[in-house]
């Protein structure tokens, strides 16, 4: 059973775009989500996170949007560069006794000149 | 560099063999993580340790084990391996049990030939 859905698999954007990856979630209990960037041969790093309790955080270009009613938080990148080519992956965390994150499939991001 | 270091980097080995997969956390950290990542299944959380002791258990099968040393290094056994073992293996670490601040080694790929 998935837990974190994330769309689309794949995406390619012109550079100076904007990317947006959409995630939705069931387990009402999470209580913190976070969005890692894995590129080719390396491991996932955490690129920015959010709590339920605010409903965007912005960090330079990546922007999360958290709508908590609807169950869904998406990851916004604006002026979408070519070294943004990545694979980009949502996850959550829940609150309640676990402690291990719950990831999306992924989002090959593909950013052309 | 995210200071959580994995070795071996690559391995193949034959069906039915036995492999172990090191992880030195960053200095400091107390909570190791592994995760499978496969391009069907994206990361599986498979098992954590805190500080010496298991916490968490998720997706992993019974022919893999796993233990952290009083050093804090783990490791992850995998034994009589099939062909669908093929993956990377990431380990990850934080300082605390919730992993809000994990970060993640470069991975072990796992081929089974």
């Known amino acids: 059973q998935q837990q974190v859905k994330q769309s689309p698999q794949s995406l390619i954007v012109q550079k100076g775009g904007i990317s947006i990856i959409n995630c939705a979630y069931e387990n009402t209990a999470f209580d913190y989500f976070p969005w890692y960037q894995q590129f080719p041969g390396k491991g996932p790093a955490l690129l920015i996170a959010i709590r339920p309790d605010v409903s965007e955080k912005k960090e330079g270009r990546f922007t999360i949007s958290f709508n908590k009613s609807a169950k869904q938080f998406s990851l916004h990148i604006m002026d979408s560069q070519p070294g943004d080519s990545a694979t980009y992956f949502c996850?959550?965390?829940?609150?309640?006794?676990?402690?291990?994150?719950?990831f999306g499939k992924g989002t090959k991001l593909s950013v052309i000149p | 560099d995210s200071g959580v270091t994995q070795t071996p980097k690559h391995l193949i080995t034959a069906t039915g063999q036995r492999v172990t997969l090191r992880c030195s956390p960053r200095s400091g950290d107390l909570s190791v993580y592994w995760y499978q990542q496969s391009l069907d299944q994206g990361l599986q959380f498979l098992i954590q340790y805190y500080n010496g002791e298991e916490r968490a258990k998720g997706n992993i099968l019974e022919r893999f084990s796993a233990q952290q040393f009083p050093d804090l290094h783990s490791e992850l056994n995998l034994s009589s391996l099939e062909l669908g073992d093929s993956a990377l293996y990431f380990c990850a670490s934080s300082y605390r049990q919730r992993n809000t601040e994990a970060f993640f080694g470069q991975g072990t790929r796992l081929t089974v030939v």
């Open positions: 996850a959550a965390l829940s609150g309640a006794g676990s402690y291990q994150l719950t």
